[in-house]
């Protein structure tokens, strides 16, 4: 009999090793190899021009087990490598944030360092509409954000659970305890990287997470979203929006998407806010919307766009953005809160984002299949933004051409803005006379 049991259990062990085996060959790779380069000239009254630019190359390789009764891993590797740099470095693209967080420079320009990461590495369960992932991952949400239009995207660590039902239904739940931001090799706890050294003042804590519950509908024509995410004794943020395609013609279509969000400081935050006004202005406050409207005509699209966010002079009223969030449908390229999302700068805002900022959008998108050019598409968008708080409009130009065929692409932009606007954390708002970037940016995809 023991010797039967023996037999029995190294048969149910070469059955089970054979599983393993099968479930890592049954494996995908995936990844890309990306090229950027960028260039950025400011124009700031009473000081000198400044240039600053880098060469990048890098990208992520991926990779996820088979199906092994419901249960997957994975991890990607990503990588940005400066090379032929320059004196003065646009370090947007390397390691900008850990120049902020390790070198405590202001803008983190500094930080020319090339970096290496494990960005994902998770255990992922699914059963029917069930899934349940545990790890690093990179996810695109309303305010926390992947924001993957540099070199590599910005990633959580956390708990997640999602249930999608048969009538497009999904429901998902989160618990976020670290932040990676884009342009940073290492994970931060969420808060923390929001608020860095003034984590205990505002807070009164060292560390804190974030809640995210998640609402989701999307039929052929029509769509809804609602996201919540509670930063215990921080913040509050609550996204929703609603969109409507409709086909007018076989040629004709068209799209509106309208957004609200509403922020508020919680807790501790709260009350030391209030009564502490020179941290922030006050406490956190913040209202916004959001309004799209798109027309599209065979291989040409036209868009426009409204938004604003309601100011207080008595709060801090700006919207707290620190995980690379973009939310607003009037966000453009140069409207992408680097620095906002940078370690500690989260009671910063820019442009848009800036409490009492009213923003129109215009965006002209066309595709060139009709010349026999397949692949090729230019996009001019421009956008205007009137705040009390602004000495002049800023005004945002941007062009894009970008070209695929297969698995590799090419885009070249050029952005061109005047009165360029930000806020610091008590509300008072600069502006940079002349900001110009150009772009470079080749991907081939595997």
């Not at 070469?14 to 990306?34: D, H, I």
């Not at 202001?106 to 930080?111: Q, T, V």
């Not at 804190?208 to 215990?232: M, P, R, T, W």
Request: proline letters at 1%; aromatic letters at 12%; a neutral charge.
């Amino acid at each position: 009999m023991k010797y039967i049991l023996l037999l029995l259990l190294f048969l149910s062990f070469l059955q089970a090793a054979s599983s393993m085996k099968e479930w890592f060959e049954e494996g995908a790779v995936k990844g890309n190899l990306r090229y950027y380069y960028i260039e950025t000239k400011k124009d700031i009254p009473n000081t000198a021009s400044t240039s600053a630019h880098s060469n990048t190359l890098g990208g992520k390789l991926n990779y996820t087990t088979g199906n092994w009764n419901g249960l997957k891993l994975g991890t990607t590797f990503m990588t940005t490598q400066g090379f032929a740099l320059p004196n003065v470095v646009d370090a947007s693209n390397i390691g900008r944030d850990n120049g902020v967080k390790r070198e405590g420079s202001a803008s983190g320009d500094i930080a020319q360092d090339s970096f290496s990461i494990l960005g994902e590495a998770f255990v992922e369960y699914k059963d029917n509409e069930l899934s349940l992932l545990y790890g690093r991952k990179v996810i695109k949400t309303p305010l926390i954000n992947a924001k993957d239009v540099r070199m590599l995207p910005s990633a959580v660590q956390g708990g997640f659970a999602e249930y999608e039902t048969d009538n497009d239904l999904v429901l998902g739940i989160s618990y976020l305890t670290h932040f990676k931001q884009r342009t940073s090799d290492e994970f931060t706890n969420i808060v923390k990287h929001a608020l860095g050294t003034q984590m205990q003042t505002i807070t009164g804590k060292d560390k804190s997470d974030i809640c995210l519950v998640k609402v989701k509908y999307q039929s052929e024509n029509v769509g809804a979203k609602f996201y919540n995410y509670y930063a215990d004794d921080f913040i509050n943020s609550m996204y929703l929006d609603a969109s409507f395609k409709n086909k007018l013609t076989s040629d004709i279509s068209s799209n509106t998407t309208i957004q609200y969000i509403n922020q508020l400081s919680v807790g501790n935050t709260d009350d030391n806010l209030a009564n502490n006004l020179a941290l922030a202005g006050g406490e956190i406050s913040a209202h916004a919307f959001g309004l799209k409207f798109g027309l599209g005509f065979k291989e040409s699209k036209l868009d426009f766009s409204a938004s604003k966010v309601f100011s207080n002079s008595e709060k801090h009223d700006s919207l707290v953005l620190p995980w690379d969030g973009t939310p607003l449908l009037t966000n453009m390229i140069t409207s992408n809160n680097l620095f906002v999302s940078n370690y500690g700068k989260a009671l910063n805002a820019d442009s848009v984002y800036i409490g009492g900022s009213r923003g129109l959008k215009f965006v002209y998108t066309q595709e060139y299949g009709f010349l026999g050019i397949k692949g090729l598409k230019t996009a001019f968008s421009y956008l205007n933004i009137k705040n009390d708080k602004f000495s002049n409009n800023q005004r945002d130009y941007n062009m894009v051409m970008a070209y695929g065929v297969e698995n590799f692409s090419i885009a070249l932009k050029g952005i061109w803005v005047r009165h360029n606007s930000s806020a610091n954390a008590q509300g008072h708002v600069t502006q940079i006379d002349r900001l110009t970037q150009y772009r470079v940016i080749a991907n081939y995809t595997f």
